[in-house]
């Protein structure tokens, strides 16, 4: 890890901790399914978007057995706990290991299924994994956080057997371009008031920040995207019409995106 990206992590933790994330016990057991709290709002999209992909990837593809499935860019390890759950072997990967939501706060889950679900602290653009050993490799809310899509997403594929799913949860998709630009321009402006003295760390580490249509098929030409839409809260789904009114730009959505290994 270099020098900047361990200082982010620091910080991005720090962070993190100040907006109350550091769920323990029975709060991160919940997860996606957390009812209470100043983020519960939050969770009640991503859990309309892992019950999508429970229904539409996960149940249909252990239906012939155990399958092998890869977290990249896990958090706290919530989703393989999940998978893990139904009997999957799950491997949680991301480059943050703190006890905040990092792979650090997920050794309450490790205790719970020592056999199904292990823990790799690792870049998603450098995976230390041999080629075809996962059938299923989820971005679970973290795509945006590539600073190189077309390699993050190459490396997905080598890793992924032939015939199995890449699937993009909880990742910003704009219909437009523009509208994405003028979200980042947004989180730019407002850095200071959003991340004070740590803005400089925290808006400076080239993500790629959000997607389209467009930018996922560049960047992986070898692959054929399905979006799934996701029925999400009425809050959620009524936002483009009060962005609309209030003369403002389109949001972005979620939903569910997957495609099949070459």
Known sequence: MSVMSAQFCREYA?????????????????????????????WAVRAASFDAFVAH????MAAAGPMDVLDAGAGSGWLCNRMAQMGNRAVALDIRD??????????????????????????FDDLPFDDHCFDVTVFNASL??????RRVLAEAVRVTRRGGVLAILDSPFYACEEDGRLMVAEKI????????????????????????????????HTLSWL?????????????????????????????LWTARAP
Not at 231 to 246: D, G, H, K
């Open 14 to 42: 720090r962070h993190r901790a100040g907006e109350g994330r550091a769920l323990r016990g029975a709060e991160l057991k919940a997860l996606p399914y957390l009812r209470s709290g100043p983020h519960a709002r939050q």
């Open 227 to 255: 979006r799934r839409r996701v029925r999400y809260p009425m809050w959620y789904e009524t936002r483009p019409l009060v962005a609309r009114l209030r003369g403002r730009r389109k949001p972005s959505r979620f939903d």
């Open 98 to 123: 703190d006890d905040v939501d990092g792979l650090g706060a997920a050794k309450d889950f490790l205790i719970d299924a020592p056999d199904l679900l292990q823990c790799a602290c690792a870049s």
């Open 144 to 149: 945006h956080y590539a600073t190189d899509l």
């Open 189 to 220: 402006q407002s850095g200071a008031a959003r991340f004070g003295e740590r803005a400089d760390v925290l808006l400076t580490q080239n993500f790629i920040e959000y997607l389209t249509p467009e930018k996922l098929a560049t960047a992986s």
């Open 57 to 60: 990837m996960a149940k249909p």
